[in-house]
């Protein structure tokens, strides 16, 4: 009986044994054919790891893409228009900061502001033709003298120092200014650089008729007759006061030509004191003027147009009638001046103070700049010169020393791109090699003159 059951058990083993093999079987297979995906740990993750199914998805996106660099095309479009008033404000609220720094990183902005930074600080929106980069800059200079000399040293030298332009200096000079000023150029020898000089006596005649009270005498009456004096095919021409110091290149002073229209052909800074408004002391009585006047010791000279208008018969028949009553000039050429455009009005452009602050006893040229940074000419026309009362005279002295004692060899440097020439002046042709230099002295300058 025992022996039965046993069997039994063994049958009943063996039939559950031959049952579960294969389930177990199945189930190995079965679970191995599943993949178990990671859990995403951030939305991030999802996006980056979702791929992107289906052609209709693909379209969309490439639809949304498109979009956006149309609406991107027609913002540039809006950007590169110019503004039609000040005021007037961008598209999708851009404003005038978010204006320049796109078109600065698109690489289509013109650098309009730097161009006009160049011709001026004016606030006009008028946008001034560049001076042409080897364009000569003519200049025209009345130089009598020691004194005159020494103080025509120190403008030159100023201009030389900025200037990026070629440029041509008319001097009138009597024998003593010129052959201190021709041992200069001689020693310098700056390049780009060409110097005429013209006989201030063979002009003493044309003014020597007009009495003058003025401290600079008859050498200050000869910028009446520029006109004639100088070369009939030379057209413009900037006239400028032997006590004079310039802080930024000529050429921008050279581009205001520009400016000028209809029939205008004096480029002239409106004085800064109130001389012609003939209430500095009782029984002041100055010669005729518009409201302020206007200071000469800047000018802008249209010669060509000047001389179609018969600008020598126009200043004589002027001064002839004033000194009927006036007897004589009190500030020279500038009277006359000012005589002629209180009658023609029209002729004068009058040009920013910055371009001839005046230092005179009398002067309100701190209303014309709100920084010395803005200044542009300096003209020391009183007779105190260096020692003016001004509030920021120790600025404007310190210009006007470090250019005294500046080192005129050190302007001797090529302009890149413009052709040398050599002064016509010059009697000994340009050295290529160092020489040998005789130190001598002149009208309290050391000149160094070649062996």
């Known amino acids: 009986m025992l022996g039965m059951c046993r069997g039994r058990r063994k049958f009943l083993a063996a039939s559950l044994a031959l049952l579960f093999i294969p389930a177990l079987t199945w189930l190995y297979l079965s679970v191995g054919s599943f993949q178990v995906k990671p859990l995403p740990l951030s939305p991030l993750e999802v996006q980056s790891s979702t791929p992107v199914g289906g052609a209709g998805e693909r379209q969309a996106l490439e639809l949304r893409v498109r979009a956006v660099e149309e609406e991107n095309r027609a913002l540039r479009r809006e950007l590169s228009r110019p503004p039609r008033s000040p005021s007037a404000r961008l598209p999708h609220g851009d404003h005038r900061g978010n204006q320049s720094r796109t078109h600065s990183e698109e690489g289509t902005g013109d650098n309009e502001g730097q161009k006009a930074a160049a011709v001026g600080n004016s606030s006009d929106c008028v946008q001034l033709p560049v001076v042409d980069k080897c364009e000569t800059i003519h200049v025209a200079i009345v130089c009598a003298g020691y004194n005159a000399s020494r103080d025509v040293v120190t403008l030159v030298k100023s201009v030389l120092f900025h200037r990026r332009n ?111 408004l003939g209430n ?96 542009k000419v300096i003209h020391w026309n009183s007779p105190k010169k260096l020692r003016v009362k001004n509030k920021h005279v120790e600025f404007f002295r310190n210009l006007y020393l470090t250019f005294l004692e500046y080192d005129g060899n050190l302007l001797r440097r090529e302009l890149f791109g413009c052709p040398s020439e050599a002064d016509h002046n010059m009697t000994t042709p340009k050295p290529r090699a160092p020489l040998c230099y005789l130190k001598i002295y002149q009208a309290g300058y050391l000149i160094y003159v070649p062996r």
């Open 166 to 276: 070629p440029l041509h200096f008319h001097f009138i000079t009597d024998s003593i200014a010129q052959q201190i000023l021709s041992s200069l150029f001689h020693t310098w020898m700056v390049p780009a650089v060409k110097v005429d000089f013209y006989d201030a006596d063979e002009l003493k005649s044309e003014v020597s008729w007009i009495p003058n009270k003025h401290y600079s005498g008859i050498y200050g009456l000869m910028k009446l007759v520029l006109t004639k004096t100088l070369p009939s095919d030379l057209q413009r021409v900037i006239v400028l006061d032997t006590d004079i110091t310039f802080a930024t290149d000529i050429a921008e002073l050279w581009a205001v030509f520009h400016k000028f229209k209809g029939q205008q052909v004096l480029g002239l800074v409106e004085n800064q004191s109130d001389w012609y």
């Open 280 to 375: 500095l002391w009782k029984n002041h009585r100055p010669w005729p003027a518009l409201s302020r006047g206007f200071n000469t010791g800047v000018i802008l000279l249209l010669l060509d147009r000047l001389r179609k208008l018969r600008w020598e018969q126009m200043w004589r028949l002027t001064a002839e009638r004033e000194l009927m009553s006036m007897l004589s000039t009190s500030l020279a050429d500038q009277d006359i001046f000012n005589a002629v455009i209180k009658q023609n009005p029209f002729l004068v452009h009058q040009l920013p103070c910055f371009w001839n602050v005046q230092l005179s006893d009398h002067t309100r040229s701190e209303k014309c700049y709100k920084d010395v940074s803005d200044l």
